[in-house]
T-cell receptor
Framework: DAGVIQSPRHEVTEMGQEVTLRCKPI?????LFWYRQTMMRGLELLIY????????DSGMPEDRFSAKMPNASFSTLKIQPSEPRDSAVYFC??????????????FGPGTRLLVL | AQSVSQHNHHVILSEAASLELGCNYS??????LFWYVQYPGQHLQLLLK??????LVKGIKGFEAEFIKSKFSFNLRKPSVQWSDTAEYFC????????????FGRGTQLTVWP
C-alpha cells in the first residue's frame, strides 16, 4: 500500500497568493482528516470527512480556508489569500471505519508551507 | 468534554534507561486509545493501539502501553531506550460522542542522550 500521499511536499509562496494542498487517502479508507502543526499551537484538527462529506469543520481558522473532497481518492485544502501566520506543516490522514480493531489514522508525509 | 492529556512536556533520559510517558483521557463509554511517534522532520507514525481485550498492548520498536480503566490512563513504556527513540510522542483517544475524530494530547518530547 502506498500510504497517504500529499503534494506538494514543500511550498513557498508570497502573502496574498492562493495555496492548494492535495491529499490522496489510503484506498478503502472512508475517513479523511486535515491537520495543521506549528510549534506554537501544536497539532490542530482543521476538518474531517466521512464518505466525502465534511463532518466537522470547526477547526478551520477562518473563511480563507476551504476544503473539498470531490471523490473518495482525492481531497484539497485551499488557502486564499495566504498570510504569513498560515506557515505550518499540514498533514492529511485517513482511516477506515473507527472503532474496529484494524482501524487507525495513518498520516501522510505532510506539506511544509512557508508564506513570506 | 472529551480530552486527552499528557503529563510530561519534555523528558530527558540516557540510553538504556527505562521510559514511562503518562497519558490520561477524560471521557467514558467505549474508549480506543493510540500512541503515535513523530521523529524530527517526519510525520506521525502509529506505535500501538488499544481497542479491547488484554489491557497490555505491545507495539513496534519495543514499546508497550497499559490501559488502566480505573485510572483513565494509557501510559507508554519501554524498558530500555535508545538514542534513536528521540522523538515526540503523542497519545490520542477515539470515542465518546464524536465517532471518527481523534483527540490528541499535546505531545511529549523525548530526548535520549547517548
Amino acid at each position: 500500500d502506498a500510504g497517504v500521499i500529499q503534494s506538494p511536499r514543500h511550498e513557498v509562496t508570497e502573502m496574498g497568493q492562493e495555496v492548494t494542498l492535495r491529499c490522496k487517502p489510503i484506498s478503502g479508507h472512508d475517513y479523511l482528516f486535515w491537520y495543521r502543526q506549528t510549534m506554537m499551537r501544536g497539532l490542530e484538527l482543521l476538518i474531517y470527512f466521512n464518505n466525502n462529506v465534511p463532518i466537522d469543520d470547526s477547526g478551520m481558522p477562518e473563511d480563507r480556508f476551504s476544503a473539498k473532497m470531490p471523490n473518495a481518492s482525492f481531497s484539497t485544502l485551499k488557502i486564499q489569500p495566504s498570510e504569513p501566520r498560515d506557515s505550518a506543516v499540514y498533514f492529511c490522514a485517513s482511516s477506515s471505519t473507527p472503532g474496529t480493531p484494524r482501524s487507525a489514522q495513518y498520516f501522510g508525509p505532510g506539506t511544509r508551507l512557508l508564506v513570506l | 468534554a472529551q480530552s486527552v492529556s499528557q503529563h510530561n512536556h519534555h523528558v530527558i533520559l540516557s540510553e538504556a534507561a527505562s521510559l514511562e510517558l503518562g497519558c490520561n483521557y477524560s471521557y467514558g463509554g467505549t474508549v480506543n486509545l493510540f500512541w503515535y511517534v513523530q521523529y524530527p522532520g517526519q510525520h506521525l507514525q502509529l506505535l500501538l493501539k488499544y481497542f479491547s481485550g488484554d489491557p497490555l498492548v505491545k507495539g513496534i520498536k519495543g514499546f508497550e502501553a497499559e490501559f488502566i480503566k480505573s485510572k483513565f490512563s494509557f501510559n507508554l513504556r519501554k524498558p530500555s531506550v535508545q538514542w534513536s527513540d528521540t522523538a515526540e510522542y503523542f497519545c490520542a483517544g477515539l470515542g465518546g460522542s464524536t465517532l471518527g475524530r481523534l483527540y490528541f494530547g499535546r505531545g511529549t518530547q523525548l530526548t535520549v542522550w547517548p
